[in-house]
């Protein structure tokens, strides 16, 4: 379990201030989340939510003592970008990141929860559709809603899914879930956070690509 | 035409050695000819193409002395890596550009022919089915097949492409055709060359992606 459990989301303070350099080590770790996927269709997703990683990183990095957590970069991003604010900079590429993480944190839980085809209970389809449904389909125009349903094809077998993220180690698919089910804790709680930051900051912007 | 005749590719010498440094100029101006398209669908496209070019400037960039020719570059790496090579550094991603180039060559020229759907003379569809059959669909398997033509959809008309080429100023197709034909010249030597080139250092794989 490599994959997943080497590289935990720590749990949130009461506040749900999210640290800034923490949450850019943990999900540094979830582009090559895509490469379980096993098709190099899904190349052209990770390089699209590492796009997002590094432009967040790279504004951290001007200053890494005033973005201490996620937030400060949000309202400093508003203040200094008014007019184009929120579709801009970290503050935009936050806003796509975190609709991919939504879409894994909503597959994975998904498996977890044993919600299967039970015509064709070794496929993922069903668990993906739902990601995607709930995660990004609204931000998608038809052309990519078609692409979508063209790239589910390329999904794997959910044994070889599971395998993947155990890091190539053959596990008893329980095994792997309980390991999914302890990874979600605090994964979910980081997507939550931020979800409801740019709630409570008017961040969220709503057009199709 | 600012997009294309404002980047004239240079006349080949006779021995065709391009040089890198010109060749890196004049195609650095490519990966916006994906914004003319029309749709961000196409975005996925630019960034892969730009993503080979700054992979091919990051070598030439070592040594600028040594990198003189394109050539010098995929015979140093063959070299340098002869276990992996050609499927590496600059000789893989210029394998890759070259195809792009070709797609979009052989789209121009289909259009500056005058290839076109008589019960759809407004659209590029046969055009751009061209180019992808002849540079692109056998290097491609069946799910990225699909959503090419999936993609199709997304394409511009014949008139707003045109007028894309030609930076938006409303032009006769005749005019911006003829500046076509003209940047075509240098455009497709150079082309050409590179797969010349591939051949005779037996670079050229034909692996699916
Ligand atoms: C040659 C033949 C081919 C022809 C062409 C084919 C083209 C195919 C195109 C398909 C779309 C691929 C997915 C990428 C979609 C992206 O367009 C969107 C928006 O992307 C955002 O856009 C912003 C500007 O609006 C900024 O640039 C963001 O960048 S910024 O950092 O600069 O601010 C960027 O992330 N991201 C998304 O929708 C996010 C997707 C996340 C993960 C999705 C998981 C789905 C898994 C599916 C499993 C079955
Ligand atoms: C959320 C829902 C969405 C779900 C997911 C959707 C995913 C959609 C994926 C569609 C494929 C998009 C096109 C990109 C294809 C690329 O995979 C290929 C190979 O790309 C190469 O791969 C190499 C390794 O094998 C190296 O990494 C190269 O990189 S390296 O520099 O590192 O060496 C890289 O260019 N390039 C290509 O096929 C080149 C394409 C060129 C231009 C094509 C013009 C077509 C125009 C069409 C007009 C109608």
Not at 89 to 106: C, S
Request: hydrophobic share 45%.
């Amino acid at each position: 379990m490599s994959l997943l459990l080497d590289n935990q989301f720590i749990e949130l303070p009461p506040d749900k201030a999210i640290n800034t350099k923490l949450f850019l080590d943990a999900v540094s770790h979830i582009p090559s989340f895509f490469d379980c996927l096993g098709s190099n269709v899904f190349s052209v997703i990770k390089s699209d939510i590492n796009g997002n990683i590094m432009k967040i990183k790279a504004v951290y990095l001007k200053d890494p003592a005033k973005y201490v957590y996620l937030q400060d970069i949000v309202q400093a991003e508003r203040e200094a970008h008014a007019a184009e604010w929120p579709k801009v900079g970290a503050t935009l590429a936050l806003m796509w990141l975190k609709r991919g993480l939504r879409f894994i944190q909503i597959l994975l839980q998904s498996l977890a929860d044993g919600e299967r085809d039970e015509n064709n209970p070794n496929l993922i389809r069903v668990n993906v559709t739902k990601a995607y449904e709930q995660a990004l389909k609204k931000y998608h125009g038809w052309i990519v809603q078609k692409i979508f349903h063209v790239a589910l094809l390329a999904a794997p077998y959910k044994s070889n899914f599971l395998k993947a993220l155990s890091k190539g180690e053959e596990v008893k698919e329980e095994d792997c879930l309980i390991n999914v089910r302890q990874f979600l804790v605090n994964y979910t709680a980081t997507v939550d956070a931020i979800y409801e930051m740019y709630t409570n900051l008017n961040a969220e912007l709503d057009y199709t690509v």
